[in-house]
């Protein structure tokens, strides 16, 4: 009678450790909403402990173990933490691959110029700095077509916004020396009444064939953070 009853309890030690595994994949994936990431840990987490209440649930009908059964039943246990990989993965992938080509339509230019390649994200570790920026290669011909589209204008490391402005400084993220600077201050996407737009620069070497791209939000200065 007792072995009978133990039976019903085989699950138990298998759903323990697939609890353990689905709160340390969660903690190694280092989930964050902004001020939301305390909702969506809470949520994550109770997502986890109802898969496991469930699991639990379904294997004390299961009273013949097999590997089958236990695959189920552990698959349910994890379904929060695996969808929650795959989204995570999804997103990686985006960002790594596809994000700074949204991000070159949305604030440059689309369709993209087919000589445009190498693109990529500046990391903070390089930038210092949380604003938008993406490095690129590209011809002085569809430079020059870029430039006049936006309405660039030319300017010197004495003609930026801020005086202490990191791009004054020759040795923040160099390129082939002399480097000429462009700016554009978007007054239509940033508080028109107060003159302040959103800001972008360019930052494109001798060659006129690579170049820094950088975009800084209009409450930026707003604020003056």
């Not at 997103?91 to 994000?99: E, T």
């Not at 600077?181 to 070497?205: R, W």
Request: proline share 6%; hydrophobic share 45%; aromatic share 14%.
């Amino acid at each position: 009678m007792f072995a009978d009853e133990m039976k019903r309890f085989w699950h138990l030690p298998w759903l323990l450790c697939s609890l353990l595994a689905s709160i340390l994949v969660i903690v190694l994936w280092e989930p964050f909403a902004g001020m939301g990431t305390g909702i969506l840990i809470a949520t994550l987490l109770g997502t986890v402990a109802a898969s496991h209440m469930l699991s639990g649930i379904v294997g004390f009908f299961l009273q013949h173990r097999t590997w089958r059964r236990l695959f189920i039943i552990l698959s349910l246990a994890m379904l929060p933490a695996i969808l929650f990989s795959l989204s995570q993965v999804r997103d990686a992938l985006y960002l790594r691959y596809r994000a700074a080509y949204d991000r070159f339509r949305d604030n440059l230019a689309s369709p993209i110029p087919t000589s445009v390649a190498n693109l990529e994200f500046i990391p903070l570790a390089e930038a210092h700095e949380t604003h938008l920026m993406f490095r690129f290669t590209i011809s002085p011909q569809d430079l020059d077509g870029l430039i006049h589209s936006r309405g660039f204008v030319e300017i010197t490391t004495s003609g930026f916004r801020r005086p202490d402005d990191l791009f004054t400084h020759p040795e923040y993220l160099p390129l082939a020396e002399p480097v000429t600077f462009y700016t554009l201050n978007d007054i239509a996407a940033g508080y028109p009444d107060k003159g302040i737009g959103e800001g972008y620069t360019l930052k494109v070497s001798a060659d006129r064939r690579h170049v820094v791209f950088r975009r800084e939000s209009a409450p930026y200065y707003l604020y003056k953070y």
